[in-house]
């Protein structure tokens, strides 16, 4: 590559501008059919299997599944919708910009960096999950350990790494149109290998046919969720599911690092389209999962926790099943990608967006390279929403609860403070004590949540308190952002016509997604000797039906790309 041409794109790379430390402004707000895809992209995810799997595997029983995702899942959407989306629509800032107003630069420099270190293990999670399909074809055996066993399996992480991250780098509306493509087709896949794999469960049933919900709901306690832990560690309890569902994004919601997605969004409301990610992705993507994997391992004759990913997806769905596992984890670390890039330029300032999430992309794809959060990740999405879940319940109080106590909103950057102490001790300190909590046995990870959310916010508010939060405001301090009227009324933007491209590529697309429903439902029906030719097939016709889709769904969200430029 010329000299000149480097130069050119690097420019275009530099005019990837997102707001990363201004409010968003009006003209940029994106619409819910965006929000939509974004979740569903990133929660109809590769780690599904992954968390589907375990779920299976630590003894949760069939009415702890379906009862404990159902509540579990609610509080996370009301979790977005009534603490990040608020705050995040008031301010429209991100996370990261916002809490430098509140604890000053130096507490922002701490929590981004552990924010982003966490957000790259994550994303390199997603990257691993993704690998362990792509691996099939080439003969690599399954990575189940913490460590890489394959060097073929390190090149093929490279390999989607680089996709990943340039995803990223393009930024919050290609993330949300690529979402919107892909998550109607995972979504199915996820359904389509639960559906064609049930029959293989079926023995347990007297005459080996699913007849009614009575025979689904016997597989479920007899095959799948038995209540009977294969770890060392224990089951799982409702109550655990209920929390597991909650805390799975703790950091997200309570914790508001969405702010860097629902800045974008015209009202507080749209909170509400993290239900699509939520019921789509961790209530049926998770159960569906897991009659995948306990159908697999059933077929294999091998343990579930000798199975990867890819394995479990293939069975059930051959190469398209390996397809859903890629592009599940593409559409999952790439927002989570996004974030690192933003948290990370905080710290970085002079550098754009595109430079830093390109560093954090390489040190992703290098910890993808190990597999040891894909073996541990309940674990790991616990603990990781306790360190970062404190920060959100400080901004929460500084936001909301300063006004109504008379305190002073933003005093430590008012006065010129470089670390927030009250912020900095608060946080370390209830996590101190969660901590404590779980590894004395006090309290299992999955229950600390709101406990440690409590303690920070009451922490805060003292230390605060004696800091000289009650004062007046020395002179010459920042102003709280303020949205626009016209921000908070803003509604999806005008779009021009649609052309017959759209309308024919569209109605292809449909076409091909029903026939993703359709086609399991003729191998569920089969008898038990016509099912593995059934399922033969169906693997097959699969395949050519998910080639015809991804052609018209992109020419479709092109075209549709185009109408919004037009209506602007």
Not at 333 to 344: D, E, F, I, K
Request: aromatic share 12%; hydrophobic share 55%; charged share 10%.
């Amino acid at each position: 590559m010329t000299a000149a041409a480097a130069g050119e794109v690097v420019q275009k790379l530099d005019s990837l501008y997102e707001f990363e430390r201004a409010p968003v402004t009006p003209d940029r707000l994106q619409p819910g059919s965006h929000f939509a895809g974004l979740f569903s992209g990133e929660h109809v995810a590769a780690t599904e299997f992954v968390i589907g799997a375990l779920l299976v595997s630590f003894g949760a029983s069939a009415r702890d599944i379906v009862l404990g995702l159902l509540l579990g899942n609610l509080l996370a959407v009301l979790s977005w919708t009534l603490v990040c989306a608020p705050i995040a629509v008031a301010t429209r800032l991100t996370l990261y910009w916002y809490l430098r107003k509140i604890a000053g630069p130096g507490v922002t420099l701490v929590y981004n960096l552990c924010n982003a270190v966490l957000y790259c293990i994550l994303a390199g999670a997603m990257i691993t999950v993704s690998a362990s399909a792509v691996r099939l074809p080439f003969g690599i055996p399954a990575q189940t350990h913490w460590y890489p066993e394959d060097l073929r399996f390190v090149l093929v992480v490279l390999v989607v790494g680089a996709v990943v991250v340039t995803l990223a780098i393009l930024g919050f509306e290609r993330l949300a149109e690529f979402a919107v493509v892909c998550s109607p087709w995972m979504f199915l896949m996820f359904v389509a290998g639960a559906v064609v794999m049930l029959p293989a469960l079926a023995s347990v049933l007297p005459d080996g046919r699913i007849d009614g919900l009575a025979d689904l709901w016997t597989i479920a306690n007899q095959t799948i969720w038995k209540g009977a832990s294969q770890h060392a560690s224990g089951g799982l309890g409702f109550w655990h599911v209920v929390s597991f569902a909650w805390v799975c994004n703790l950091a997200m919601h309570v914790g508001l690092s969405d702010m860097a997605l629902f800045r974008f969004a015209p009202r507080a409301s749209y909170g509400l389209f993290s239900a699509f990610g939520m019921y789509l992705g961790h209530y049926l993507a998770w159960i569906t999962a897991g009659v995948m994997g306990a159908a697999a391992a059933f077929v294999a004759q091998k343990p579930l926790t000798a199975l990867d990913s890819g394995d479990i997806a293939s069975q059930a769905l051959g190469i398209s099943g390996a397809l859903a596992v890629v592009v599940a984890g593409w559409t999952t670390a790439n927002p989570t990608l996004y974030r690192a890039g933003l948290a990370l330029q905080v710290v970085s300032p002079g550098w754009p967006r595109w430079k830093v999430t390109l560093i954090a992309g390489a040190i992703t794809t290098l910890m993808a390279c190990s597999p040891f959060v894909f073996t541990r990740l309940l674990d790991f999405v616990g603990v990781y929403g306790l360190l970062l879940m404190p920060v959100g319940a400080i901004v929460f109080v500084e936001h909301w609860i300063f006004p109504r106590l008379g305190f002073t909103q933003f005093w430590a950057s008012r006065r010129g403070l470089t670390v927030s102490w009250p912020a900095l001790v608060a946080w370390f300190a209830s996590v101190g004590v969660g901590i404590w909590l779980w590894q004395s046995g006090t309290l299992h990870l999955f229950f600390l949540a709101l406990p440690v959310w409590l303690l920070t916010a009451l922490l805060y508010v003292a230390f605060a308190g004696v800091a000289g939060a009650r004062g007046a405001p020395s002179p010459g301090g920042e102003e709280r952002p303020v949205a626009t009227a016209a921000a908070a009324r803003a509604q999806s933007p005008a779009r021009g016509p649609r052309t017959a491209v759209g309308k024919v590529s569209g109605l292809v697309a449909l076409a091909t997604l029903v026939a993703c429903l359709v086609l399991p439902l003729w191998v569920y029906r089969a008898s038990p000797a016509e099912w593995a030719g059934r399922l033969a097939s169906f693997k097959a016709w699969v395949l050519g039906v998910t080639a015809v889709y991804f052609v018209a769904g992109v020419l479709w969200m092109s075209e549709e790309r185009k109408r919004r430029q037009a209506g602007r």
